[in-house]
């Protein structure tokens, strides 16, 4: 929880977020072999929290200060098109009908960075469960990427992955995977309007599959699962029903997982490769397109002066990462800057045109691409 909570400040615009030191951290370090950092931690422990009269009176100390009862709060998915949209899942289906999105989802994807740790996947594993139990499975394309490779042989240790294949899962390697576009859409093409959930930390338009279609709505890793295990994104897991092949109905149980594996964490350093230094050659095609070797720019003459620049985009409106630099296709040319430089500001809305990845010429009056034209 923790994890995630600091994982998406950045998202909704926080520069940092950070929880105080406490025994949960501590259980973790330790389990995780780092118990020395653990009780460094212990020791300066006064460092680590806030101080007695901060915790005591915040409000003499913030700007703002905000509470949640926990014990209120309900589940939520935020989207489409941004993680700063959020709707509670008691409204979620007057609120998709009256958008008119499709109620019906075409994937349902969990894990990557966020939402990924040993208790999220053993959350969303409940669930499935419960639907194995009662002959359901997936109807739509369901994916899982843990979120490390200790995670992932945890999980397989522990059954996880088990219930998963059997309820229907695609497992990806821990990597990025289909937030950033690297999966394979089934059943769906480009330009088709479409709904799909994940516990992944965005959702801008297009980010997921290429498709500026697509709906991505953004929820917890159980949250996903009982939407996922429904197949509509109008389910209430909290009052609504499943209608088993049977023709039986079932409501889903509330999820519960250890926070820590039990019998601990699998650990695997077979993926470390101790680093070769110096005597290392990297050899690089001059002619390929996604590897290039970069050249350090020349001593400036001091005759070029940066006064008479023009300026090649003012950004409206929301301009995150991915409008500025999108992934997707783009991906495969992370290693090459030249090409990879070609989709700056592809998705970003171009305040003197209202044109989208395109701004104009003052030179030649000419209407291309910010790259084009830089």
Request: a negative charge.
């Amino acid at each position: 929880g923790k994890a995630t909570i600091t994982n998406m400040g950045a998202e909704l615009g926080a520069t940092c977020s950070i929880f105080p030191y406490d025994e949960r951290m501590s259980a973790y370090l330790k389990i995780t072999n780092r118990s020395e950092i653990a009780a460094l931690a212990q020791e300066n422990k006064d460092i680590l929290t806030a101080d007695a009269e901060v915790a005591q009176s915040p409000e003499k100390f913030f700007d703002q200060v905000i509470e949640i009862d926990l014990s209120d709060l309900e589940p939520h998915l935020v989207g489409p098109h941004s993680p700063d949209i959020a709707h509670p899942i008691s409204t979620m289906a007057a609120t998709a009908k009256a958008n008119g999105w499709p109620m019906k989802l075409s994937a349902a994807l969990i894990g990557s960075c966020t939402n990924s740790s040993y208790e999220d996947i053993g959350r969303a594993a409940f669930i499935a469960k419960q639907a194995l139990a009662n002959g359901v499975k997936m109807s739509q394309q369901f994916i899982v990427t843990p979120g490390s490779t200790q995670i992932q042989n945890t999980i397989e240790r522990d059954g996880y992955l088990t219930t998963f294949n059997e309820v229907g899962a695609t497992m990806m390697a821990n990597a990025c995977g289909p937030c950033i576009g690297q999966w394979k859409r089934e059943t769906v093409e480009k330009g088709t309007v479409n709904t799909i959930v994940t516990s992944f930390n965005r959702n801008f338009r297009g980010r997921q599959d290429d498709n500026p279609e697509t709906l991505a709505f953004i929820g917890s890793p159980e949250l996903v699962m009982a939407l996922g295990v429904a197949g509509r994104i109008d389910f209430n897991p909290i009052k609504d029903e499943i209608t088993a092949p049977n023709g039986t109905k079932f409501k889903l149980e509330a999820p519960v997982a250890d926070e820590l594996p039990r019998k601990g964490f699998v650990a695997d350093p077979n993926g470390y490769q101790s680093p070769a230094g110096a005597s290392a050659k990297v050899a690089v095609s001059p002619t390929s397109d996604r590897l290039q070797l970069l050249e350090p720019f020349g001593k400036w003459d001091g005759k070029d002066s940066i006064d008479d620049l023009l300026i090649l985009c003012k950004a409206k409106g929301k301009c995150t990462t991915d409008h500025i630099s999108p992934a997707g296709k783009w991906l495969k040319y992370r290693g090459h800057l030249d090409n990879i430089s070609n989709n700056m500001l592809l998705g970003a809305t171009n305040a003197f045109t209202n044109a989208i990845g395109q701004c104009k010429n003052v030179l030649t009056g000419e209407t291309k691409e910010f790259a084009q034209v830089a």
